[in-house]
């Protein structure tokens, strides 16, 4: 190239010379364009076509995704008091690898006498004690947690917000506070089984928690946004947010202070008689509504396993246990809708009844007596039940059974409820056919035998046992529960003849315990003989009462039950815990005392 | 439009123009040949436009030079304030965040206060016992029904249920190598004044832009 113009200067006239330069120029120039148009072409190709997704993969190495967790729901009772929440709280971590690189750091300080910010400078381990000192640890343990190559130890697990701020002040390099989300239960065991828990890792296990999984849950948000190498975010990039909708809180329909007393009740009634375990169930009888439902050693959800594994679950809705004497106002309820019978229907009941090859006795010994079905209810007499309840067919019975709940799940949303033990009234055998008219031969759960009763309270529907009040969802919109639809079981004529049996069995018996001073109450006793647990023979009895009040118009049912208790079981009343709980209940939701007088029906005819 | 106008006359004319004035056009044009094809391309004769009256050309240039000051000054003060209110904003977010922590303490002390447990806790504390005897006053009849006795310093209470565990020790995990001694007593742990806030660490603590654009610096390896 470089000789070309010499030999041209030598011997070539202008023209040619200006020929040699004009091609000279034409190649220069396609040589250029021919660069030009390999590199647009590779633009084209990068920029408008981007063969090989580029910019897609700059894009994406650009983009951060940030989740935003949404915050699981909150459980409240039915005045507003927090059951369970979630809250924040940290791990303390270190980075040891990054922390051994330092010999000491320095940070801003306001000094207390100028108010001036001054730079201050610690070693590490002058750090490391001001670290023990604000996590109230020992500072041997802290330096034993932060010496190492790792990357990653705790220092200290699920310190307070307030503690993290004191220890994120301090400063020290390589000593990281990690966010994590705990379940609080402020009542602990006040509602501890109706509750629930969750797992260390979240997920749900028990109670409420676990039924209502799905509402309490919320559905985490995004915020994606594109950061430079150094993890600043590019300020003009578009950030986008989807932000996180938090779970719904659930009302319950429990009145904290009365699940308390109701708990309290019943600890009270399992230490003093050594029982196995007791239980307490307030039902609202108009709307099926559970006020409270207390087992005895419920467990804290804050710390379960510091509960034995028996005691986790609630065995108000869990626990099957005979029955007994409080089935026999069902029998009665059937004989008054059958027109079979009226609670002034005579029976001339003998000593002991001996019915199909089955002998029957009482718990207390008399002789022949005429007796009104009001009166065999007052004394509870198997004897008098069995005599009455034989009018009815064995279908029919246990028609009526099933339409009281027995044998059916009640729907409560509990986990692990027990539709009771009934056998089909065909497979009954010789005594259990009488047996099953006062409560023998058939299981049910607490909860299933305070339903009944709500259903005699209730002008014969049996509703629902309802736990949950409303949904209120993150954005302040309440979704009430609707009532669910009930099961008309008995006419209320016939409700009503119930309810007059069941104040008998409060006024007209010889051992007057059941009172609660203002109010008609009326209730019934059952005592059975509580199936061993290996399933061979009976192990002990179980006792209850099941009552309702005021009888004017029945608000409340209360049923208590208590399994196995110690002693002989004659001295075992539950009137007192009765008296208690409903005298509770009554008070703190203000009923009225009653106005009308108490009925007395006749225990005898003449 | 008269611009063009004027421009285009001449060029009609153009073929009576004489071709003297050829080279003076096209000095440039050396090749004596050309003349006669360039002398067809001739400019219009030079004439004089009048200009419409207009305001001294200085006062325009102040004008334009002011209103660009104004702009610049209006976009200073605006991204000014846009950058400063980002500040604020940022800063706000963290006294949000440290008031939603402080504010979910006093909410469970509040909720662990309400407690029945440990209001029956207190209440004993105060030498309160639960009344033994309740009766009703009717207001219409005066009547007192019931038989209400005044409750005895001794009358004992139901069994106490025992409080919720909330802020107690906490179990060292399991699966952890070097298990540490976990303890948490952060409910004793006075709660620190606020003028203490130190600026760098906050920073790490707030790796959420909280809708701001200027970004808190994301902790690597986080």
């Known amino acids: 190239m470089a000789q070309k113009p010499t030999q041209s200067a030598h011997g070539a006239t202008a023209q040619q010379l200006n020929k040699v330069g004009r091609t000279r120029m034409r190649i220069g120039f396609v040589l250029m364009m021919i660069v030009l148009l390999i590199l647009a072409g590779k633009l084209i190709l990068i920029q408008g076509l981007d063969v090989g997704n580029m910019a897609q993969a700059a894009e994406d190495q650009r983009t951060v995704v940030q989740k935003l967790p949404a915050v699981r729901g909150k459980i409240v009772d039915s005045k507003g008091h927090v059951l369970a929440e979630s809250i924040i709280r940290y791990d303390i971590t270190v980075a040891q ?109 028990a109670g409420i928690e676990q039924t209502m999984n799905k509402q309490l849950t919320g559905v985490d948000g995004k915020r994606t946004f594109q950061a430079g190498k150094n993890g600043i975010i590019i300020p003009t990039a578009p950030v986008r947010t989807e932000p996180a909708v938090d779970g719904q809180t659930v009302t319950l329909t429990i009145d904290q202070d009365l699940q308390y007393y109701a ?246 018996t010889d051992y007057k315990v059941v009172n609660v001073p203002g109010y008609r109450t009326g209730g019934k006793t059952g005592t059975s003989e509580a199936p061993a647990d290996n399933g061979v023979g009976f192990d002990g009895y179980t006792s209850s009462f099941i009552g309702m009040a005021p009888m004017d118009d029945p608000r409340y049912v209360v049923g208590i039950t208590v399994q196995r208790p110690k002693g002989s079981i004659y001295g075992v009343t539950q009137g007192y815990t009765f008296n208690q709980v409903m005298g509770q209940v009554l008070r703190s939701n203000d009923v009225p005392p009653s106005t009308t007088p108490a009925v007395k029906p006749a225990k005898f005819y003449e | 439009m008269s611009q063009q106008a004027a421009r285009n006359i001449p060029v009609m004319s153009g073929s009576s123009a004489p071709v003297l004035r050829a080279p003076l056009l096209d000095p440039l044009i050396g090749s004596p040949t050309q003349a006669p094809e360039k002398a067809k391309k001739v400019r219009a004769p030079l004439r004089l436009v009048v200009s419409p009256p207009k305001r001294s050309s200085r006062s325009l240039v ?131 004044p606020a003028e203490k806030t130190a600026p760098a660490p906050a920073a790490v603590l707030a790796p959420e832009l909280n809708g701001g654009t200027i970004p808190a610096p994301l902790e690597k390896g986080d």
């Open chain 1, 263 to 508: 708990q309290q009740a019943a600890q009270q009634q399992k230490e003093q008689y050594s029982a196995d375990w007791a239980s307490i169930t307030v039902i609202e009888a108009k709307t099926g509504k559970v006020v409270a439902l207390a087992d005895s050693d419920s467990y804290d959800p804050n710390n379960v396993g510091a509960s034995a594994v028996a005691n986790i679950g609630s065995r108000t809705v869990s626990s099957v246990v005979e029955p007994g004497s409080t089935s026999k106002i069902m029998t009665a309820a059937a004989l008054v809708q059958e027109g079979l019978a009226t609670p002034m229907s005579q029976y001339l009941v003998p000593p002991t009844l001996n019915i199909g090859g089955q002998n029957f006795s009482d718990s207390f010994v008399h002789g022949t007596e005429k007796r009104t079905l009001a009166g065999i209810i007052a004394d509870s007499m198997n004897t008098g039940t069995v005599m009455a309840g034989s009018k009815l067919s064995l279908e029919q019975y246990y028609n009526y059974m099933r339409k009281f709940g027995v044998g059916e799940k009640t729907g409560i949303p509990l986990p692990g409820e027990s539709p009771g033990i009934l056998a089909n009234w065909q497979n009954w055998d010789g005594r259990q056919r009488y047996t099953v008219l006062f409560g023998q031969g058939v299981a049910q759960t607490p909860l299933q035998t305070t339903m009944i009763f709500q259903t005699i309270a209730n002008n014969g529907v049996r509703l629902k046992p309802a736990l949950i009040e409303s949904f209120t969802h993150a954005d302040g919109t309440v979704d009430q529960v609707a009532q669910a639809p009930g099961v008309e079981v008995v006419s209320p004529a016939t409700a009503q003849a119930a309810r007059d049996m069941l104040e008998g069995v409060v006024t007209m």
């Open chain 2, 62 to 192: 102040v004008i334009l030079f002011m209103v660009i000051v104004a702009a610049m000054a209006v976009v200073l003060v605006i991204s000014i304030s846009v950058s400063k209110g980002q500040y604020e904003l940022v800063g706000l977010k963290n006294q949000q965040q440290d008031l939603y922590k402080v504010n979910q303490s006093l909410r469970q002390d509040i909720a662990a206060k309400q407690a029945p447990q440990e209001l029956v806790a207190q209440a004993s504390a105060l030498g309160m016992v639960p009344a033994s005897t309740t009766g009703q006053i009717d207001v219409r009849t005066k009547q007192v029904s019931g038989s209400p006795q005044p409750a005895s310093a001794d009358t004992k209470g139901l069994v106490v249920l025992p409080p919720a565990l909330i802020d107690t020790p906490t179990a060292p995990v399991v699966a952890e190598p070097e298990a540490p001694a976990v303890k948490d007593d952060a409910s004793k742990t006075p709660a620190v």
């Open chain 1, 97 to 205: 690898n990054n922390l051994a690189e330092v010999k000491d750091f320095s940070r801003t300080e306001v000094d207390p006498k100028t108010g001036d910010k001054v730079k201050a400078t610690y070693t590490v381990d002058e750090g490391l004690a001001q670290l023990a000192k604000v996590l109230d640890l020992n500072y041997a343990d802290v330096k034993k947690n932060a010496t190492g190559t790792a990357n990653f130890n705790y220092i200290a697990r699920d310190v307070s917000p307030l503690v993290e701020k004191q220890v994120a002040e301090l400063g020290i390099p390589g000593i990281y506070p990690q966010a994590i989300t705990k379940r609080v239960y402020p009542m602990g065991a006040v509602g501890g089984p109706l509750v629930g828990f969750l797992d260390a890792d979240g997920n749900p296990l």
